[in-house]
């Protein structure tokens, strides 16, 4: 059964960057594709970013596009969101999450069959 932990939240002032881990055990992450979804107090939850198994393929919305980059390095098991010029807006709870039936799962959390607990990302002055 794979476990998702995700790491490097905190308080960022806007314009500000972080860079989010996404480590995954009991099972190589190298069999899934990834993506990261955050939810805001109040907001439903969305998609932010995705990679395919190779990491050949990445997606954004028009919301984080330009300003966030995943990444993923299978040799450790883990996956990067890295988030530049970040926004108030931006703040939430931010999650991993595996699909085990894609090779390329996009933005679609029903596509995701493993999630971890999630990290929360504060944006403010």
């Known amino acids: 059964q794979l476990q998702l932990v995700e790491s490097g939240g905190g308080l960022v002032q806007p314009g500000g960057s972080l860079k989010l881990s996404c480590a995954a055990s009991?099972?190589?992450?190298?069999?899934?594709?990834v993506g990261w979804f955050r939810q805001a107090p109040g907001k439903e939850r969305e998609g932010v970013s995705s990679?395919?198994?190779?990491?050949?393929?990445?997606n954004y919305p028009d919301s984080v596009k330009d300003r966030f980059t995943i990444s993923r390095d299978n040799a450790k098991n883990t996956v990067y969101l890295q988030m530049n010029s970040l926004k108030p807006e931006d703040t939430a709870i931010y999650y991993c999450a595996a699909a085990g039936d894609y090779y390329f799962a996009g933005l679609r959390e029903q596509n995701y069959n493993y999630w971890g607990q999630g990290t929360q990302v504060t944006v403010s002055s």
């Open positions: 009991r099972s190589t992450l190298e069999g899934y594709a």
């Open positions: 990679i395919s198994r190779s990491g050949r393929s990445t």
